[in-house]
């Protein structure tokens, strides 16, 4: 209880700073960061015209992820909420397993806000910085050395902004917002000006690459990235001055408001595509990503035109062009900051990043060690393109949480005040489920290899740290099983699928399930009924990642042109598996020891109650 006394203490320094305005310009302008100035190509380049169904789908699938985030968020207001919530209704395990992952997107997306500050510059400081791009052998661009170095000095500008502190950073986020709102809106307005509409029918078709290249592109082009801000209105939530209220408007207005402008934006910028100022022949929808445009695609549409309006516009979508990924990175960081914070609270990580800085107000030590790994990313990922995917699909994978702990808190305590009731949620929460679980399965089997490899980390993590330290496991046996456990299963990514020396693609997903499945039952054998009980709850997403990595092999995002599971049956399929996944999940919860302190009457035993 007075572990729980401290979580609220440490909440109550972060709260009360920001009114509804600067929530909801917080997740509006973490929405409208450097999505928009390159997904409406790269998702172009998946998709073709159709892309605009992917807007709108992913706008639907985010708003049933916002609205069950809402009512959690409402409940129980929480710095980091995100990744605190499934502390609560399914443990430390599961808890740390969804925070590792969101770490990981959280500082990924920080890099990317950083990279798309300097690959959009490139273009036109390049004689003043000596960043230059280097073009690749399949299409895109990456940054040179000095590019590199140039996005760090960025990435410390972000962290600058988020020591003066919550009150500041609110205040002046929201003038950046405006400014992030108001520039988009008249880049569709200026490109409607040149609308051809033939290239909607006339090169290729509504949809060139077939309908499962829509769901595609929902995961891997931006899409989903470019929504993802919507769960600041829930990780800032506990400092607003009225959360009950706050959380809601801003984590489903922003997205409303957001999903508008995107679609017009991609409407206006295929309407705009010049394909012989491409350089692409007309058609290549592919090919946009390799194209003269990938680096700057709204500024060469603009460009492109030969009107001057549009041209001298194009000066103030340069400028935009740093500010809206800046405004995103600085939020970011202070975002991941706060997961490390909630984190440190339930003993995931070590007590010094939930300290709280007595005249900023704001987790630095966290916001420094976002930096640094942020920055670790522009090594292998040295481009906007090549990361987006990674990021996306690894804070995906934290919102599968999202619906299962709405339907546990209700059933554990039904009578608790809700200042948001999401009706309906019988049928809502499934569908939150589905849209995590589908987006994670659309990102694609490449997607997912990096992915299960480096989020699966967090269990033998867990068996070195988190376990021990809460008492869990004994020290000393689970230390030799997670460092056995960490050598084998990084040995084992290394060598991966790929490759003429390496497994085929069966035996390595065999060998890496059966790794995982010996880590978890010894784990198990280890532990005192606690520690089992959360291996309990936690053991869906472990599974359902697991499966969803082997069914996208085997799909039509697999490498095989003519793959076993074709479109659509590949996505019924894995639909199939996410349903199976998520009332598993509800019914593993249970509830924990802080959640009976932060609702009181909660049922200690977590049996249904209607």
Same mark, same amino acid.
């Given at each position: 209880?007075?572990?729980?006394?401290?979580?609220?203490?440490?909440?109550?320094?972060?709260?009360?700073?920001?009114?509804?305005?600067?929530?909801?310009?917080?997740?509006?302008?973490s929405?409208?960061?450097?999505?928009?100035? &390159?997904?409406?190509?790269?998702?172009g380049?998946?998709?073709?015209?159709?892309v605009?169904?992917? %807007?709108?789908?992913?706008?639907?699938?985010i708003?049933?992820?916002?609205?069950?985030?809402?009512?959690?968020?409402?409940?129980?207001?929480?710095?980091?909420?995100?990744?605190?919530?499934?502390?609560? =209704?399914?443990?430390?395990?599961?808890?740390?397993?969804?925070? #590792?992952?969101?770490?990981?997107?959280?500082?990924?997306?920080?890099?990317?806000?950083?990279?798309a +500050?300097?690959?959009?510059?490139?273009?036109?400081?390049?004689? #003043?910085?000596?960043?230059?791009?280097?073009?690749?052998?399949?299409?895109?661009?990456?940054? =040179?050395? =000095?590019?590199?170095?140039?996005?760090?000095v960025?990435?410390l500008?972000?962290?600058? +902004?988020?020591?003066?502190?919550?009150?500041?950073?609110g205040?002046?986020?929201q003038?950046?917002?405006?400014?992030?709102?108001?520039?988009?809106?008249?880049?569709?307005?200026?490109?409607?000006?040149?609308?051809?509409?033939?290239?909607?029918?006339?090169?290729? @078709?509504f949809?060139?690459?077939?309908?499962?290249?829509?769901?595609?592109?929902?995961? +891997?082009?931006?899409?989903?990235?470019?929504?993802?801000?919507?769960?600041?209105?829930?990780?800032?939530?506990g400092?607003?001055?009225? !959360?009950?209220?706050?959380?809601?408007i801003?984590?489903?207005?922003?997205?409303?408001?957001?999903?508008?402008?995107?679609?017009?934006?991609q409407?206006?910028?295929?309407?705009?595509?010049?394909?012989?100022?491409? $350089?692409?022949?007309? @058609?290549? %929808?592919? *090919?946009?990503?390799?194209?003269?445009?990938?680096?700057?695609?709204l500024?060469?549409?603009?460009?492109?035109?030969?009107?001057?309006?549009?041209?001298?516009f194009?000066v103030?979508?340069?400028?935009?062009?740093a500010?809206?990924?800046?405004?995103?990175?600085?939020?970011?960081?202070?975002?991941?900051?706060?997961?490390?914070?909630?984190?440190?609270?339930?003993?995931?990580?070590?007590?010094?990043?939930?300290?709280?800085?007595?005249?900023?107000?704001?987790?630095?030590?966290?916001?420094?060690?976002?930096?640094?790994?942020?920055?670790?990313?522009?090594?292998?990922?040295?481009?906007?393109?090549?990361?987006?995917?990674?990021?996306?699909?690894?804070a995906?994978?934290?919102?599968?949480?999202?619906?299962?702990?709405?339907?546990?808190?209700?059933?554990?305590?039904?009578?608790?005040?809700? !200042?948001?009731?999401?009706?309906?949620? +019988?049928?809502?929460?499934?569908?939150?489920?589905?849209?995590?679980?589908?987006?994670?399965?659309?990102?694609? /089997?490449?997607?997912?290899q990096?992915?299960?490899a480096?989020?699966?980390?967090?269990?033998?993590?867990?068996?070195?740290?988190?376990?021990?330290?809460?008492g869990?496991?004994?020290?000393?046996?689970?230390?030799?099983?997670?460092?056995?456990?960490?050598?084998v299963?990084?040995?084992?990514?290394?060598? $991966?699928p790929?490759?003429a020396?390496?497994?085929?693609? !069966?035996g390595?997903w065999?060998?890496?399930?059966?790794?995982?499945?010996?880590?978890?039952a010894?784990? %198990?054998?280890?532990?005192?009924?606690?520690?089992?009980?959360?291996?309990?709850?936690a053991?869906?997403?472990?599974?359902?990642?697991?499966?969803?990595?082997?069914?996208?092999y /085997? *799909?039509?995002? *697999?490498?095989?042109?003519?793959?076993?599971?074709? &479109?659509p049956?590949?996505?019924?399929?894995?639909?199939?598996?996410?349903?199976?996944a /998520?009332?598993?999940?509800v019914?593993s919860? /249970?509830?924990t020891?802080?959640?009976?302190?932060?609702?009181?009457?909660?049922?200690?035993?977590?049996?249904?109650?209607?």
């Amino acid at each position: 209880m007075a572990e729980v006394h401290d979580f609220e203490h440490n909440d109550a320094k972060l709260r009360r700073d920001l009114s509804v305005q600067q929530l909801l310009f917080i997740s509006i302008g973490s929405i409208i960061g450097s999505g928009w100035l &390159f997904a409406v190509l790269s998702a172009g380049a998946v998709a073709g015209p159709a892309v605009i169904v992917s %807007w709108l789908l992913a706008a639907v699938l985010i708003s049933f992820l916002a609205l069950n985030y809402a009512e959690t968020g409402s409940m129980l207001p929480r710095s980091g909420g995100v990744a605190r919530y499934p502390y609560l =209704t399914h443990g430390g395990y599961l808890g740390f397993l969804l925070g #590792w992952s969101m770490l990981l997107g959280g500082v990924t997306t920080v890099a990317i806000e950083a990279l798309a +500050v300097v690959q959009y510059a490139a273009g036109y400081v390049a004689s #003043w910085t000596g960043v230059e791009l280097t073009t690749q052998g399949d299409g895109g661009s990456t940054l =040179t050395g =000095t590019g590199r170095v140039v996005s760090v000095v960025v990435m410390l500008l972000f962290f600058c +902004v988020n020591v003066f502190g919550v009150r500041f950073f609110g205040r002046f986020n929201q003038w950046v917002s405006w400014w992030k709102l108001i520039v988009p809106v008249l880049t569709f307005v200026l490109l409607f000006t040149v609308f051809n509409g033939s290239n909607f029918t006339g090169q290729g @078709g509504f949809a060139p690459q077939g309908w499962g290249a829509v769901l595609n592109a929902i995961a +891997v082009s931006g899409i989903v990235f470019a929504f993802q801000g919507f769960r600041e209105g829930v990780n800032f939530g506990g400092e607003s001055r009225n !959360p009950q209220r706050d959380i809601f408007i801003a984590t489903v207005g922003s997205v409303a408001i957001c999903a508008i402008i995107f679609v017009l934006l991609q409407v206006a910028f295929i309407g705009a595509l010049d394909w012989g100022s491409l $350089g692409v022949a007309p @058609g290549d %929808w592919s *090919g946009l990503e390799g194209s003269r445009w990938a680096d700057q695609p709204l500024y060469s549409a603009l460009e492109s035109t030969g009107l001057a309006l549009l041209g001298a516009f194009g000066v103030f979508l340069l400028v935009d062009a740093a500010i809206s990924p800046a405004g995103t990175g600085w939020i970011y960081l202070g975002d991941t900051a706060r997961t490390l914070y909630g984190m440190a609270l339930h003993g995931s990580m070590p007590k010094a990043f939930a300290r709280i800085g007595e005249r900023t107000r704001v987790p630095w030590l966290g916001m420094v060690a976002c930096l640094v790994a942020g920055c670790a990313f522009f090594l292998p990922f040295p481009g906007w393109y090549e990361l987006i995917g990674y990021t996306s699909s690894t804070a995906v994978i934290t919102y599968l949480a999202a619906a299962p702990q709405l339907r546990v808190m209700r059933r554990i305590a039904p009578g608790a005040p809700r !200042p948001f009731f999401l009706r309906g949620s +019988v049928l809502l929460s499934p569908l939150g489920f589905l849209a995590a679980s589908m987006i994670l399965y659309w990102s694609g /089997y490449e997607v997912l290899q990096g992915v299960v490899a480096t989020v699966l980390v967090a269990l033998p993590i867990y068996a070195l740290y988190q376990g021990p330290r809460q008492g869990r496991v004994p020290l000393v046996a689970a230390g030799w099983l997670g460092g056995v456990f960490g050598v084998v299963w990084i040995a084992t990514q290394v060598i $991966g699928p790929l490759g003429a020396d390496s497994l085929p693609f !069966p035996g390595f997903w065999l060998l890496s399930t059966a790794e995982v499945l010996g880590f978890t039952a010894l784990l %198990w054998w280890i532990s005192t009924p606690e520690g089992r009980r959360e291996i309990r709850a936690a053991n869906w997403a472990v599974a359902l990642t697991v499966v969803l990595y082997l069914v996208s092999y /085997y *799909g039509a995002y *697999g490498p095989s042109a003519t793959p076993v599971l074709p &479109f659509p049956w590949d996505s019924a399929v894995a639909a199939a598996l996410g349903l199976v996944a /998520y009332y598993w999940a509800v019914g593993s919860g /249970y509830a924990t020891q802080e959640l009976r302190a932060s609702l009181p009457g909660a049922d200690a035993e977590g049996t249904r109650n209607g």
